[in-house]
């Protein structure tokens, strides 16, 4: 057992979470979402569904790792949200999961694309996504339903790719390398006042005498 599943279930009794940053905050209203009224907890079912919200993008591998840890010991099956959300915050801050940007998409559907159409067809998506580490049969259904084009019956990817990043208002690990700056810059400004201090310190124990002669 892992240090953070010992932590998990000793303390999966605990039914409120403070809050205290905003990315913390997003994360909490995510998995909100997924909640019924009163209940602070989520079937492991739909673990993988709230870390996708979130704009995060885990393969199987470590979709199957991220529950190991965050399921509750005490019931199983189940994951409390102030075990989940420190543990998110976590992965989010180390850039984990981060997904590929459009330019990256682009290139990995122009690799599909070998006669370079622009587009795919419905049965070649399904079959590469279902191929994929960690979606399930309702995001692919979903993914198709978005991307879908009835009038040429295919999905045109570039469009797709648009609207598949456009439908993440929020972005995690920009709040997470926000903060970053925000610290390098505090760091910065501490070690200017520091060596300001230092260098002012030196001047006054110069002799006034030494430095007439």
């Not at 279902?130 to 991307?147: H, Q, Y």
Request: include cysteine.
């Amino acid at each position: 057992m892992t240090e953070d599943n010992i932590s998990n279930s000793s303390e999966s009794h605990i039914t409120t979470f403070e809050i205290k940053n905003d990315l913390q905050k997003i994360i909490v209203d995510t998995f909100s979402l997924f909640t019924s009224d009163n209940i602070n907890s989520i079937s492991i079912s739909d673990l993988g569904k709230v870390i996708r919200y979130l704009g995060c993008v885990p393969t199987e591998e470590e979709l199957n790792e991220f529950a190991n840890i965050v399921e509750n010991q005490n019931e199983p099956n189940t994951v409390d949200k102030n075990v989940f959300v420190p543990h998110m915050e976590k992965q989010i801050r180390a850039f984990k999961y981060k997904p590929a940007t459009a330019d990256e998409l682009l290139q990995a559907f122009h690799t599909l694309d070998t006669e370079s159409k622009g587009s795919l067809s419905v049965d070649f998506m399904q079959q590469a996504l279902r191929e994929g580490d960690s979606l399930d049969p309702d995001d692919i259904t979903e993914a198709i339903k978005t991307a879908y084009d009835p009038d040429f019956q295919c999905i045109h990817y570039d469009i797709w790719i648009h609207k598949l990043l456009g439908k993440t208002k929020m972005d995690p690990y920009a709040l997470a390398a926000n903060d970053v700056a925000s610290a390098n810059r505090a760091k910065v400004a501490e070690d200017g006042e520091l060596n300001r201090l230092l260098l002012s310190s030196d001047n006054n124990d110069i002799d006034p005498a030494a430095s007439a002669v």
